[in-house]
């Protein structure tokens, strides 16, 4: 949907506003520094040189006849319309004052800031989308939120968007739908890792609001600049509620208007038919654990895919998904990336499995050199595994001794599957010498490397994973590491990239003697590899770590395609922001549900997971199948953890929500049944093995 003919002379600046709020009943009118938060909002957008006329638009409720007298008293405009369909409300205003575009203010933003409200309209204008607006992706403060629609765009919406929840918040309809053109206005400096929040929804942020404002009285209006610049300087007002959840009021109401009910079963004949034939033939019908049969709900789950673009998957009787298993976390730009596809099939044409070494190979060396922070030279696998077992060959080489300390997955060789309960075929005396460490647990590193001093030739462990080191433990572990004449390896295969393109190491400022990087390297072309300290390096040039397709040129030039989107474009960003709706509204949502203390969702939101607790009357795995269960029959294919790449859209993001809404209501009723295993549709997922 396109749209012409804007003009500057019919914007109308619509602020939403009523008495009745949830959590603080009355905040709209609530004095700040002598003046109703509405007073502020007010004068703020007053003061946007974009906005020629102001509307209050507030509900037919009686309570609200205190809003109209208020704007009366400062002779502001206000149109009455719907309590709960403020959708209607806004449309119904829109068509009153021939508005067109609409700027969309929320009445508990006073601190909402007029340069950035001329910022988004200007960006509307020039882009000619239909929607504008600085919230799609969070880099400015939560409270300086400002959307600017076309009549058009409100028009249609009005018309077709029929859940309670696109009606009651006005413009999830035209964010999410994928009919309007949307564009984001992004701040110059990414604050969203700040969690600033400037919105008024608890007491503690009006608190926050009035100190801001007795602070800067001189500043009229006030812009964001200048609240930063007071938080430099008195970063004590950070309010107690920094750090809670943005648009927490839209998950709780998604949650509420959720249905309680198991959807309906998927067909599944084709899988079925073909899991027999495989069983015949493939052992364990899988060639990866993680992707076979056992780790899905049998009977509900497809077990083979056939097709799969961006975000979404097809299997093989026809069903679409939206895949947050992304392959095992490889498809880091989703499946049949354009541009990576174009450079591998580009090199096939030129052959991709040469007699001797290509050029590329040092193109992405250099290129993984100057991204990578302990990287100086660099080897290259295919899979995790190469990397990891490289590596470890490596440090036992340079160090010449043989044990190794390990903590988290590293992959199916012998030397770390030895640790696991799936370690049949592996030698003990193998299996011996690699150990276990706990992770944020430097006592659990320093006991086990006590135990054999002089022994271990190596550290390996993932730096992070779905906890976050604490504050010194990974500087911790390499002191104690260095103490023990070991080297630290970094397994970055999961880490490396969804953290960044310098990987964790980078990330946490932590820079180890070798690290291991894989999965997203290639967008789901098959490349790893093990970058590290020259003197180190060298070592490759002796041990034997040599195999026919390790320099194969497809991958490469995969890989080199990834990194240059990964750096070029605002990729990682959008995975993370992305994530962190997914991780917030999860967590809001499973709170609502009362089921807080057994679905939690942890981690990075670039990589976060669902972790599952157990719960009196039910132990985690029967939650998690009965999550899974349901998740897959709604169109999700999940193993639990949110595997972000960046075809997963606005859209995607919306329709998950509303699933887990869906299926988080229904699981708890079920979990206040007597028998919730009752409701399994199939047996209980259980791990391969636990690894982290
Ligand atoms: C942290 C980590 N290291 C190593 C590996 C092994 O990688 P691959 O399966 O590609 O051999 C994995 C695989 O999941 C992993 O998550």
């Not at 007298?69 to 149109?79: D, L, M, N, R």
């Not at 700040?194 to 812009?223: A, H, K, Q």
Request: negative net charge; contains cysteine.
């Amino acid at each position: 949907m396109s749209v012409v003919n804007h003009n500057f002379d019919n914007i109308v600046c619509i602020v939403q506003a009523r008495m009745g709020s949830n959590r603080l009943p009355g905040k709209i009118l609530a004095d700040i520094s002598g003046k109703p938060m509405l007073g502020h909002v007010i004068a703020q957008v007053k003061a946007a040189s974009t906005i020629k006329r102001i509307v209050v638009a507030t509900s037919d409720n009686y309570l609200d006849d205190s809003i109209i007298k208020y704007c009366a008293s400062i002779g502001v405009e206000c149109f009455r319309g719907s309590e709960l369909d403020v959708l209607d409300r806004y449309y119904q205003a829109a068509r009153f004052y021939n508005a067109n575009p609409i700027v969309r203010i929320t009445g508990d933003c006073p601190l909402i800031d007029p340069s950035v409200i001329d910022t988004v309209v200007k960006s509307f204008f020039e882009s000619g989308c239909d929607y504008a607006t600085n919230t799609l992706r969070y880099t400015y403060p939560d409270g300086l939120d400002t959307e600017v629609f076309s009549f058009e765009a409100l028009a249609r919406a009005w018309k077709e968007a029929n859940k309670q929840s696109d009606r009651e918040h006005v413009t999830p309809y035209i964010r999410t739908s994928d009919i309007f053109s949307v564009y984001n206005v992004e701040n110059e400096v990414d604050l969203s890792s700040r969690n600033l929040r400037w919105t008024v929804d608890e007491e503690s942020d009006l608190d926050f609001v009035r100190s801001v404002c007795d602070n800067l009285t001189d500043c009229s209006p006030i812009l964001m600049n200048d609240i930063l610049g007071l938080l430099d300087q008195k970063p004590d007002l950070l309010n107690s509620n920094s750090g809670a959840i943005m648009n927490e009021g839209y998950y709780k109401s998604l949650y509420s208007q959720a249905i309680a009910k198991a959807a309906p079963r998927l067909c599944l004949d084709q899988s079925e038919k073909w899991f027999a034939r495989s069983n015949k033939t493939i052992p364990g019908s899988s060639q990866t654990f993680s992707k076979g049969y056992t780790q899905y709900v049998q009977g509900v789950s497809p077990v083979f895919l056939k097709s799969g673009a961006g975000c979404l998957v097809w299997d093989v009787d026809g069903n679409e998904y939206i895949d947050y298993v992304q392959g095992l976390l490889p498809n880091i730009l989703g499946y049949a990336n354009h541009e990576v596809n174009l450079a591998v099939t580009q090199q096939i044409a030129e052959g991709h499995s040469f007699s001797l070494p290509h050029p590329l190979e040092i193109e992405l060396a250099e290129q993984l050199v100057d991204l990578v922070p302990c990287a100086e030279m660099v080897r290259f696998g295919k899979n995790g595994s190469d990397a990891t077992s490289g590596a470890v060959r490596a440090a036992r080489a340079f160090t010449g001794r043989d044990r190794i300390a390990c903590c988290g997955y590293h992959g199916w060789q012998d030397w770390y599957v030895g640790t696991t309960t799936r370690n049949s075929g592996v030698p003990e005396v193998v299996q011996s010498l690699t150990q276990k460490f706990d992770y944020n647990d430097l006592d659990s590193l320093s006991t086990l490397l006590e135990k054999h001093p002089g022994e271990f030739a190596a550290v390996i462990m993932e730096p992070v994973n779905f906890v976050e080191p604490d504050p010194g433990y990974l500087e911790g572990v390499k002191e104690l590491t260095q103490l023990h004449g070991a080297l630290l390896i970094f397994d970055e295969i999961c880490s490396g990239f969804h953290f960044g393109l310098g990987g964790a190491q980078k990330f946490y400022g932590v820079i180890p003697d070798l690290a291991c990087f894989g999965k997203a390297m290639g967008n789901g072309f098959p490349i790893s590899c093990i970058l590290g300290k020259a003197e180190v390096m060298t070592v490759f040039e002796e041990i034997f770590f040599s195999f026919t397709m390790g320099g194969e040129i497809a991958s490469i030039a995969a890989a080199l395609k990834v990194i240059d989107i990964l750096k070029t474009t605002d990729a990682l960003e959008t995975i993370k922001s992305n994530g962190k709706k997914l991780q917030d509204g999860l967590n809001v949502m499973s709170s609502e549900a009362g089921l807080q203390d057994c679905i939690k969702c942890v981690g990075h939101p670039s990589w976060s997971l669902i972790r599952f607790s157990d719960i009196a009357d039910c132990e985690s795995a029967v939650i998690r199948t009965l999550f899974i269960q349901e998740l897959n029959k709604r169109g999700i294919l999940s193993l639990g953890a949110h595997n972000m790449s960046t075809s997963h859209g606005n859209a995607h993001i919306e329709q998950t929500l509303h699933t887990y809404a869906n299926v988080l209501k229904t699981i708890s009723g079920w979990l206040n049944e007597t028998q919730p295993e009752s409701f399994l549709e199939g047996p209980i997922i259980r791990p391969v093995f636990q690894a982290r």
